[in-house]
C-alpha cells in the first residue's frame, strides 16, 4: 500500500515535469517548418559568442564576427584581397589636402524597415563615437574623424584631424557600420537596426544566434533564408556536430589537430586560408627583466616556434616574426630574425646579468591556443635558465588582471584585429611598451603618400622586430570547413565578419 | 502533523539561508563585473559609472532583499551582459536539464534493479560476482569519460546517433528522443552502478527475511517472493539513494552537457561565469540549490511516511 | 570472498601511492619536458607513447599521481577534520543546538563539489588549490552526517551513560569513548569520499576548472587528450583508465573496511 503511494508519488511527479516542459511553448514556437518551398538554411558553427548586439559598445570578435556585413554594411568593405571596394557608399573622393572624403550613397540603399540609408544616417551613426561612445578600438579607429556633414540627401562629407592612410580601413571595421538612426540607441545592444541582408531572428544566449532574410533587401538578395550560428564551449564538439551531419559549416577549426577527421572530400571541403590573428607571447615591458632588450631576445632565440606550432596547433600556422601578417603591402619575412639558438640565448641572458637564470610569470587566458603553446614555451625556456610559472586564467578575468591592469610577466594571446601593428604607438597599452621612433615612424606612414604609407609601416615593423617587445609566435591560420555543396567560402580573414552574403550552396 | 511542521520551517529556513550563502558568493568574486563589462576600454571613471548604473554602489543587504523578493515573485532579475530576464534565460534551459535528470533517474533504475536483483540472487556464484564487480568499475568510470567514448563510437564511428545538440520534443519528439539517447546512457551507466549496489544489499537483506523464506517454503517462486514481499523493503532504502542521486545527477549534468553540448543549465551556468553575469550566475546556482534541497526534504517526508518505525528516532 | 574487496582495494591503492612515491623522485622522462617525437605510439622507449608535445605518456601520469594524492588528502583530511568534531557535537550537544551543524550539513549538501568548485575558480581562478578546497568543503556534510549518526548510536551506550553521571566533561567522553567508537566509520567514509575526490578532481580539470597547464594531473592530460581524440584517440586512455584505477581502489578499500569494522553498517552511505 506504502508502494502504490510510492508509484502514485512518482506519477505526480512525472505529470507536474511534463507539463511544465509541454505546456509553455506552444505560444513560442517561430519555426515555421512546412512552408510551401523548402526554406534554405544554413547551420554554422562557431566558438566566441557576441557578448552583446552593439557592435559599437561591446568588445570582442564575436558581434562583428556575426554582424558585419551580415547585418549591418559599412559605407566600403575589404575584399579577399584586401581592396577597398563600395557597398553602402557607390563612389568617394578625397581632398587634395586629404582631409576630406566625399561619399556618394546609393539610391537604392536603405534599412530592413524600409526607411533610406542616407546622409542623415550616417551622421548619427559617426556622430555617436565622435561624441565618445564606442569602445577603445572604436574610438582609436575613429580618433581621425573630426567632424561629419550630410552634404546632399545622399552625400556625405568627413573631416580629419590630420591625414591618414588608416581611416578608410577604419571604414570598413565595426567603427565604421551606418545604423537605422530611427532605432531608440539603448535598445541596439538587443535588437540591431542595420541595412543588410539580414537581420537577428532568435538569440539564445549560450547556445545559438539566428539571422533571417531581410525581405526588404536593397541589393542582391543572399542565397539563404536563415542563417544559424550555433555556439559551443568545447570546440571539439563542434566538431563531433559536423561529423554527425548537425552543421553544414565551421566557422573556423580550432582543434587543427583534428584536421584529419574531415580528410573525407566527398563529405567535407577544408579550406585553408590565413587570419589577421598573429599570435603574440606578449612581454610586460615594465618588468625589471623584461625591460633589457637582451632578455627579451634571448626569449626569442629560446623559442623553437616551429615546435610551439607543431604542439599547440597541430602544425598549422605560418611562422611571422613581426606584427605584420602576409598579404599586407608592407609585409616583409622577419621569420629568421631570431633563429633558434639557446647557446645564444643563454649569453644574452648572462649578458644582462641573468646567468643564474630568472622566473617568469606567464598568465594565459583558457582559449584554445594558449595554454598549449604555455606549456611548450615552459619546456624550452626552462633548457635556457628561465623558470615559467603557468597560470591560466578564464578569459574574463585575463580581461582584467591582464589586459586592464598589465599585470602580468608574459601572457600569450592572439590580435585579431585588422592592420593592428599600430597598437604598439597606442598610449597605454597592455604591453607596457613605448618607443618614440616607433610612433613617429607610424604617424609619418598615416600621414604621409601612399608610397611612404608603405616604406615607413615596412621600416617601423623591422624596427619593432628588432625591438622585440613581444615574441611573434605563430599565424592564427583561417581553417573552415564546409559540406561540399558550398560556394563562395572565402578562404583568407581579411575582416572580423564571418560573411555569409557569399555563400551558395549547389545543394 | 507538528513534525512536518517543524520540518518545513526546517525547510524554509535553508532555503533562505542557501540563497544568502549564494548571493554572499557571487557578489564576492573577483574581476568586477563593471570592468569586464567596460572591457579593454575601461577608465576609473567609467567603471564608477557603470557600478552605478548596475546598482553595484547600494549596501548589500538591500540589493539582496530585492533580488530575493524578486526571486520569491518569480522575477530572477536581467542579466547583466545583454539585458534579458534571467527567468526567461533559464526556463527553457532548465527544460533539458530536467530530461536530462528524469531519464537519467529512469534509466539508471531499470539497469539498476535487474543487474542488483541478478547480483543479489546469484551472488554466491560467478556470474553474481562478475556482475558486482562490473558495476564497482562502472562507479568508478568519470562520466564524462564514458560520454566521450559513446560519441566516438556511436556517433563518429557508427554515425547512428547524432554527436551533441538538442532538438526540442514539439519540434521532432523522434529527433529529441535521438538526441538525449547518449548523454542519458552516459548518465546513467555511471548511476546505475551506485545504485544497483544498494539494491543488492537490500535483496539481500530480504533474502534473509523470515517472512521470504516462508514464501519459498509455500511454494513461491524466487522471483515471486522477492516482487511480493520484497518491493516495499527495497523501495525505502532504494528512495533515499535515488533522491541523492537527483541532486548528485543535477550537477554531474553539468559536465555532460559540455560533451554533448546540451543547452541546458550547466553550459549556461558555465558561460555566465566567464562573462561574470553575476545575476544569471545567481539564479542558476539558486536553481540548483534549492533543487537540491527540495528534493532530499521530499525524500525525508517520503521515507517517514514510508517507515513509521523512524518517527522515533531523532531527525 | 568477505575480504576479497578489502585486499583487492588495498592492493589497487597501494599501486597508486607506490606509483606517486616512485613518481616523485623519479621517472622514465621528465613529465613536463617536450620531446623530439610527439603523438609516438606505445612501444619502446616510451611504453605508453608520447603526447603532442613529446612528452612520456608514462612518466606524466606518474608525475600526476602525486597531484591526484595530494588533492585527495587534503581534501579529505580538510572535510574530517572541519566534519567530525561538527558530527559529534551535533550529536552530543542538547537537541536544539545540535540541529544547527546537522541543518547547517544539509544545506552544504546542496551545494555539490562541481557547482562549489566552478564558484571558485571562477572567483579565484582555476588552480590545484581552488580543487581542494572546493573539494573539500563539499565533502564536509558527508562526515557530518556519518559522525553525528555514529556519536548518536555510541552516546546511548551504557558505559556514556554512567560516565555521564559520574560527573565527567563532554571533551572527555568525546575524546576517550566517543572518537575510539566513531573512528572506524570515519575512515570508511574517508576512503570513499578518497575516490569521489578523485573522480572530481578529473571533472574540474576537464572542465578547465582544476589544475594549470604546467602540473599533470590526469584530469588535465584528459582535456589535453580531447583535441586528439581522433588522430590518437588512446591518449584519453592512459588517464581514463588511471583515474578508474585508484578511484576503484579506494572505493573497493572502503567497502572492504566497512565490512571489516562494522557489518551491520554495510552499504549505507
Known amino acids: 500500500m506504502r508502494v502504490r503511494r510510492i508509484i502514485q508519488l512518482l506519477a505526480v511527479l512525472l505529470a507536474a515535469v511534463m507539463m511544465v516542459s509541454c505546456s509553455r511553448p506552444s505560444g513560442g514556437s517561430s519555426e515555421p517548418s512546412d512552408q510551401g518551398a523548402e526554406r534554405k538554411v544554413l547551420e554554422v558553427g562557431a566558438t566566441g559568442e557576441p557578448a552583446g548586439m552593439d557592435m559599437i559598445t561591446v568588445d570582442g570578435a564575436g558581434t562583428p564576427f556575426v554582424l558585419l556585413y551580415n547585418v549591418y554594411e559599412t559605407l566600403v568593405k575589404l575584399d579577399a584581397e584586401r581592396n577597398v571596394k563600395p557597398l553602402l557608399a557607390t563612389e568617394w573622393e578625397m581632398s587634395p589636402d586629404r582631409l576630406t572624403y566625399t561619399f556618394h550613397l546609393d539610391p537604392q540603399a536603405k534599412f530592413a524597415d524600409g526607411s533610406p540609408v542616407d546622409a542623415a544616417a550616417v551622421v548619427a551613426s559617426f556622430q555617436r563615437i565622435i561624441d565618445g561612445a564606442g569602445t577603445g578600438q572604436v574610438k582609436g579607429n575613429f580618433a581621425p574623424l573630426k567632424a561629419v556633414r550630410a552634404v546632399e540627401d545622399k552625400v556625405v562629407e568627413l573631416e580629419l584631424h590630420a591625414p591618414s592612410n588608416y581611416f578608410l580601413l577604419s571604414l570598413t571595421t565595426p567603427a565604421g557600420i551606418v545604423v537605422n538612426p530611427a532605432a531608440d540607441v539603448a535598445s541596439l545592444n538587443e535588437t540591431p537596426a542595420g541595412s543588410g541582408p539580414y537581420q537577428l531572428g532568435e538569440w539564445e544566449p549560450g547556445s545559438k544566434v539566428s539571422l533571417v532574410r531581410n525581405e526588404q533587401y536593397w541589393g542582391t538578395p543572399p542565397h539563404y533564408d536563415e542563417v544559424n550560428f550555433r555556439y559551443y564551449a568545447d570546440p571539439n564538439a563542434m566538431n563531433t556536430a559536423m561529423l554527425s551531419g548537425q552543421l553544414d559549416i565551421i566557422s573556423n577549426l580550432t582543434v587543427p589537430q583534428s584536421i584529419g577527421q574531415f580528410a573525407d572530400t566527398s563529405k567535407y571541403t577544408v579550406h585553408e586560408g590565413v587570419t589577421d590573428g598573429e599570435v603574440l607571447l606578449s612581454f610586460n615591458n615594465s618588468n625589471p627583466a623584461l625591460a633589457k632588450r637582451e632578455v627579451r631576445q634571448a626569449i626569442h632565440h629560446a623559442i623553437d616556434r616551429q615546435a610551439v606550432v607543431d604542439a599547440a596547433w597541430g602544425g598549422k600556422g605560418e611562422l611571422i616574426g613581426s606584427m605584420v601578417p602576409p598579404g599586407e603591402p608592407w609585409y616583409e619575412d622577419l621569420s629568421d630574425t631570431y633563429p633558434y639558438d639557446p647557446e645564444k640565448a643563454k649569453e644574452l641572458l648572462a649578458q644582462a646579468g641573468h646567468a643564474q637564470g630568472l622566473t617568469l610569470r606567464l598568465r594565459v587566458p583558457s582559449l584554445p591556443y594558449a595554454p598549449p603553446a604555455a606549456r611548450s614555451i615552459q619546456s624550452q625556456l626552462r633548457a635556457v635558465g628561465i623558470e615559467v610559472e603557468i597560470e591560466e586564467l578564464d578569459f574574463a578575468r585575463w580581461l582584467d588582471v591582464v589586459f586592464s591592469q598589465g599585470d602580468y610577466d608574459m601572457t600569450i594571446v592572439a590580435h585579431v584585429e585588422p592592420r593592428d601593428l599600430r597598437m604598439f604607438a597606442r598610449e597605454g597599452n597592455y604591453l607596457h611598451y613605448s618607443n618614440p621612433d616607433f610612433d613617429k615612424l607610424m604617424q609619418e606612414a598615416d600621414e604621409g603618400d601612399e608610397t611612404a604609407f608603405v616604406e615607413k609601416q615596412k621600416e617601423a615593423a623591422r624596427l619593432l622586430t628588432a625591438d622585440a617587445p613581444v615574441d611573434w609566435l605563430f599565424l592564427l591560420p583561417n581553417i573552415i570547413v564546409t559540406t561540399p555543396d558550398i560556394d563562395g567560402v572565402q578562404a583568407d580573414q581579411t575582416s572580423l565578419s564571418f560573411d555569409v552574403t557569399l555563400l551558395a550552396s549547389s545543394r | ?315 | 570472498m568477505k575480504r576479497s574487496s578489502l585486499w583487492a582495494g588495498a592492493a589497487l591503492v597501494g599501486f597508486v601511492v607506490l606509483v606517486a612515491i616512485v613518481g616523485f623522485f623519479w621517472t622514465p622522462f621528465s613529465p613536463t619536458s617536450n620531446g623530439p617525437t610527439p603523438l609516438a605510439a606505445p612501444g619502446w622507449p616510451h611504453l605508453l607513447g608520447t603526447d603532442a608535445f613529446g612528452t612520456d605518456v608514462l612518466s606524466r601520469l606518474m608525475a600526476g599521481a602525486k597531484v591526484v594524492l595530494l588533492v585527495g588528502v587534503l581534501s579529505v583530511l580538510g572535510a574530517a577534520v572541519v566534519g567530525v568534531p561538527l558530527g559529534m557535537a551535533a550529536a552530543m550537544l542538547p537537541r536544539w543546538a545540535g540541529e544547527i551543524p546537522a541543518r547547517l550539513a544539509d544545506i552544504l549538501y546542496g551545494f555539490p563539489a562541481l557547482l562549489l568548485a566552478i564558484l571558485f575558480a571562477a572567483a579565484l581562478g582555476g588552480s590545484t588549490w581552488t580543487a581542494v578546497m572546493a573539494i573539500g568543503i563539499a565533502t564536509v556534510p558527508a562526515f557530518v552526517r556519518v559522525a553525528r549518526a555514529a556519536t548518536l548510536q555510541v552516546v546511548s551506550q551504557p558505559f556514556v551513560e554512567a560516565a555521564e553521571l559520574a560527573g565527567v566533561s563532554r571533551f572527555v567522553i568525546a575524546g576517550r569513548h566517543v572518537w575510539p567508537n566513531i573512528a572506524p566509520l570515519v575512515w570508511v567514509q574517508a576512503s570513499v569520499s578518497f575516490g569521489i575526490a578523485i573522480l572530481s578532481e578529473a571533472g574540474l580539470s576537464y572542465l578547465g576548472l582544476g589544475s594549470g597547464p604546467d602540473a599533470p594531473t590526469w584530469g588535465r592530460m584528459l582535456r589535453e587528450a580531447q583535441d586528439h581524440l581522433f588522430s590518437t584517440p588512446i591518449l584519453a586512455l592512459w588517464p581514463g583508465l588511471a583515474v578508474a584505477i585508484a578511484t576503484l581502489g579506494f572505493n573497493l578499500l572502503g567497502d572492504g573496511l566497512r565490512d571489516v569494522l562494522d557489518p551491520r553498517l554495510r552499504e549505507r552511505p
Do not use: C
Request: a positive charge.
Open chain 2, 1 to 315: 502533523m507538528k513534525r512536518l511542521l517543524i520540518r518545513l520551517a526546517w525547510f524554509a529556513g535553508s532555503l533562505l539561508l542557501a540563497s544568502l550563502l549564494i548571493f554572499a558568493a557571487t557578489n564576492w568574486l573577483p574581476g568586477d563585473i563593471a570592468s569586464v563589462l567596460l572591457g579593454t576600454n575601461a577608465t576609473p571613471e567609467a567603471v564608477a559609472a557603470k557600478r552605478v548604473e548596475l546598482g553595484l554602489d547600494r549596501p548589500f543587504l538591500v540589493r539582496y532583499l530585492e533580488w530575493l523578493g524578486g526571486v520569491v515573485s518569480g522575477d530572477f532579475g536581467t542579466s547583466m551582459i545583454n539585458g534579458r530576464s534571467v527567468t526567461a534565460t533559464i526556463a527553457p534551459r532548465l527544460e533539458v536539464s530536467l530530461w536530462l535528470v528524469l531519464f537519467g533517474t529512469l534509466g539508471s533504475l531499470l539497469l539498476a534493479l535487474p543487474v542488483g536483483t541478478f547480483a543479489a540472487v546469484r551472488r554466491r556464484h560467478l556470474d553474481g560476482f562478475v556482475v558486482s564487480a562490473l558495476s564497482q568499475i562502472g562507479l568508478a568510470v568519470p562520466a564524462f569519460w564514458a560520454g566521450i567514448w559513446l560519441v566516438v563510437l556511436f556517433a563518429v564511428r557508427l554515425q547512428w546517433l547524432p554527436a551533441g545538440g538538442y532538438v526540442p520534443y514539439w519540434e521532432s519528439p523522434a529527433q529529441w528522443a535521438l538526441h538525449l539517447i547518449l548523454p542519458v546512457t552516459a548518465l546513467s551507466i555511471v548511476q546505475a552502478s551506485v545504485i544497483s549496489r544498494y539494491v543488492r544489499t537490500a535483496v539481500i537483506d530480504v533474502l534473509h527475511t523470515d517472512y521470504f523464506r516462508t514464501a519459498r517454503a509455500i511454494g513461491w517462486g524466487k522471483v515471486g517472493a522477492l516482487w511480493r514481499h520484497g518491493l516495499r523493503n527495497i523501495s525505502i532504502s532504494l528512495l533515499t539513494v535515488v533522491g541523492l542521486q537527483v541532486a548528485t545527477l543535477l550537477v554531474g549534468a553539468i559536465i555532460i552537457e559540455q560533451v554533448f553540448a546540451l543547452p541546458g543549465l550547466g553550459s549556461r551556468l558555465l558561460l555566465a561565469v566567464t562573462q561574470r553575469d553575476l545575476v544569471v550566475v545567481q539564479g542558476i546556482v539558486l536553481v540548483l540549490v534549492w533543487a537540491v534541497l527540495l528534493i532530499n526534504f521530499l525524500v525525508d517526508v517520503a521515507y517517514q511516511m514510508l517507515d513509521p518505525r523512524l518517527k522515533r528516532e531523532a531527525t
